[in-house]
């Protein structure tokens, strides 16, 4: 995404940079994620003052009939709402306020792209700004790639090898395909033995076990199993965290050990289970779908779907009404800042980009909103924070984050 053409859009209540974005369109620089935001905008009834103050300026600027403006607001949401049109190419697009009227202009403000967002939890009421970005490479996202520790202590990097079998052990086949490691538990005989799988900061991988359950394996993290599932229960241990799709068998239960007393007890399929260090020791597991239960110390407690359970030595804490769609933003390509401080956003970015973090006296205790995509450049959420107040500087691979 990195370019001179590319920007980042951050949800904000500030007239002037609705009127950028807007200004942006008519000159036809916004490109398909500032047409979605300013679809977002114009249907928002919510944002109508705003959007009116920094339309009748654009207007006075263009030598439209700024007076106009308000009452075309109503046929404005409609029009947006009920009509699909195809966008005019840039040339025309300049004297749209002068020759159409408002109505017809916000008509054309529509788009079909996603856009990308980010804010702080001040003002109820947010609008969408535009950034430009750097064009610059310095530190990209993070990408597939994990090492693999065979049962005799080898270790094979994954993200540089091709398609095809790794190696044959005891109790299974190890084939890598489609971007994910798989074991065929019929390819090879002989008892069970173990395997680990290790990504490191800026790396994820996805794991197919000899059942079929399905694990996508985010950055920082490890995950030991066993090559086969011939008797007893399935078992294997995490450390950092995973997304998790367990295929069914009552006669195997299927366990998750995420510290010596606590482990997760598999009802059902899916879940996400976090328990990264420097957690503050909490473990983390939200159940999206099926049931599970947490056993720790002498405690357990049963999930249902939406719930996420916090647990700490000696205490299981249940959380209803989770949005899973956060919790699993990381494995969907998302970062989504909801509701979190700067120190989790920063702990997020370390994992992702690879890169330390350290502060200079005491930084802001504002929640964030928002999110954007993993994909990004680290200079373009590097600027999208330094434009919502966060004052950070990198040096070398460490970000320097002051008051």
């Known amino acids: 995404m990195a370019g001179c053409g590319t920007y980042l859009y951050i949800i904000m209540k500030n007239k002037e940079q609705i009127k950028e974005l807007l200004r942006r369109y008519m000159d036809g620089t916004t490109g398909d994620a500032g047409q979605q935001a300013l679809k977002e905008v114009l249907a928002d009834d919510g944002m109508e003052e705003v959007v009116v103050a920094a339309l009748q300026e654009l207007a ?40 159409w009227g408002w109505a017809a202009a916000a008509a054309v403000l529509l788009a079909v792209a996603g856009y990308r967002w980010l804010g702080t939890e001040k003002g109820t009421q947010p609008v969408v700004a535009v950034l430009p970005v750097p064009d610059t490479t310095a530190i990209s996202p993070g990408a597939y790639g994990a090492v693999l520790t065979l049962a005799d202590g080898s270790t094979v990097v994954l993200d540089s090898l091709g398609e095809g079998t790794i190696a044959a052990q005891a109790g299974a086949v190890v084939k890598l395909a489609g971007g994910q490691l798989a074991y065929d538990a019929a390819g090879a005989g002989g008892e069970a033995v173990w395997n680990a799988m290790t990504t490191a ?78 957690g503050g020791g909490i473990t983390r597991t939200t159940l999206v779908e099926g049931a599970v239960r947490i056993r720790s110390f002498s405690q357990s407690q049963t999930l249902k779907p939406g719930q996420q359970a916090l647990t700490a030595p000696g205490k299981i804490q249940l959380i209803s009404g989770v949005d899973t769609e956060q919790v699993l933003a990381w494995k969907n390509g998302l970062f989504n800042f909801n509701g979190v401080g700067i120190k989790e956003v ?33 200079s373009e959420v590097l600027e999208s924070l330094k434009y919502m107040g966060v004052k950070c500087r990198l040096e070398g691979r460490t970000l320097i984050v002051s008051q």
């Not at 997760?264 to 990264?276: D, E, H, K, M, P």
């Open 60 to 99: 006075a600027e263009t030598g439209s009939d700024a007076a106009a403006v308000p009452g075309e607001w109503h046929g404005m949401h409609k029009t947006i709402t009920s009509v699909d049109k195809p966008f005019l190419p840039r040339t025309k697009r300049l004297p749209l306020f002068k020759t």
């Open 201 to 278: 900061r800026g790396k994820q991988f996805r794991l197919v076990l000899p059942d079929g359950s399905r694990i996508w394996l985010n950055a920082a993290s490890s995950i030991r199993y066993p090559t086969s599932f011939t008797t007893g229960d399935r078992v294997v241990e995490l450390q950092g965290e995973a997304y998790f799709e367990i295929a069914g068998n009552p006669q195997q239960p299927f366990r998750v050990i995420l510290d010596p007393e606590t482990e997760i007890q598999v009802l059902g399929t899916a879940f996400n289970a976090s328990n990264y260090e420097g």
């Open 346 to 378: 920063m702990q997020e970015l370390e994992r992702w980009y690879d890169i330390d973090v350290k502060y200079e006296g005491a930084v802001t205790a504002e929640k964030f909103r928002g999110g954007m995509q993993r994909g990004l450049q680290l």
